[in-house]
């Protein structure tokens, strides 16, 4: 409940300074959404229990947003350019800058930097890696917002270590892939998959970054 509360306070102050003063009933819609979407995914929640749960008239929700599909969209519209994109491109640079002496202590920092991000904006990620696959629009603005900025970046990491004699000759397109799909994988698992099972988080990224290393380190 406590990350739920931190992200409507980010969420409402993005809002606000994008569309104006939302009232307390927006407020209350929004933050029943978020709850209805995390729990429940996008296509199962219906409006008529966002309503219930936000203690408004249905009516009142397409008062401001046309469709669910709207409310869908202005949550995570902001949350796509002014959170997502600001903390997975410009707060990993505290990852990408530093000089790693192997791509293995790169990728531990990087598994372990993004783990730390969803922990703190949990409800909001769960929607996104929710939803992203199904709507056309959440995809354009993750790859306009994220996408081509963080793989301009990995790809001169892959290619430093490349030359390095570390990496395996492959195009650096496909080490990305590999390396993203593996540690999505584990995200995938650990929050939206399997979130009640017990959990070795230190384990289970060394073991991620040994099975993504193993396919391809250079011998």
């Not at 209350?28 to 203690?55: C, D, L, P, Y």
């Not at 409310?71 to 902001?78: E, G, K, R």
């Not at 991620?208 to 011998?219: C, D, M, P, R, S």
Request: glycine share 4%.
């Amino acid at each position: 409940m406590k990350r739920i509360e931190d992200s409507m306070e980010w969420l409402f102050d993005e809002e606000v300074s994008e569309s104006g003063d939302l009232t307390e009933k927006q407020k209350s819609i929004v933050k029943a959404a978020v709850e209805m979407f995390q729990e429940k995914g996008f296509s199962a929640s219906s409006t008529s229990e966002i309503a219930r749960r936000a203690g408004v008239a249905e009516g009142t929700i397409f008062r401001h947003y046309n469709t669910k599909k709207d409310l869908l969209l202005a949550i995570v519209t902001p949350v796509m350019s002014h959170l997502v994109a600001p903390f997975i491109v410009k707060d990993l640079d505290k990852v990408l800058k530093p000089d790693y002496e192997h791509y293995e202590d790169f990728l531990r920092a990087v598994v372990k930097n993004r783990q730390a991000f969803i922990h703190k904006h949990l409800p909001i990620v769960k929607i996104l890696m929710q939803e992203i696959p199904f709507h056309e629009e959440l995809r354009t603005q993750f790859i306009e917002h994220v996408a081509k900025d963080l793989f301009d970046r990995f790809e001169k990491v892959i290619v430093h270590f490349q030359q390095k004699g570390e990496l395996i000759q492959i195009p650096p397109s496909s080490a990305i892939r590999l390396s993203i799909t593996a540690v999505l994988g584990f995200f995938l698992a650990r929050y939206i998959m399997m979130p009640e099972s017990e959990w070795d988080d230190e384990q289970e990224i060394e073991l991620t970054v040994q099975f993504i290393l193993n396919g391809l380190k250079a011998y």
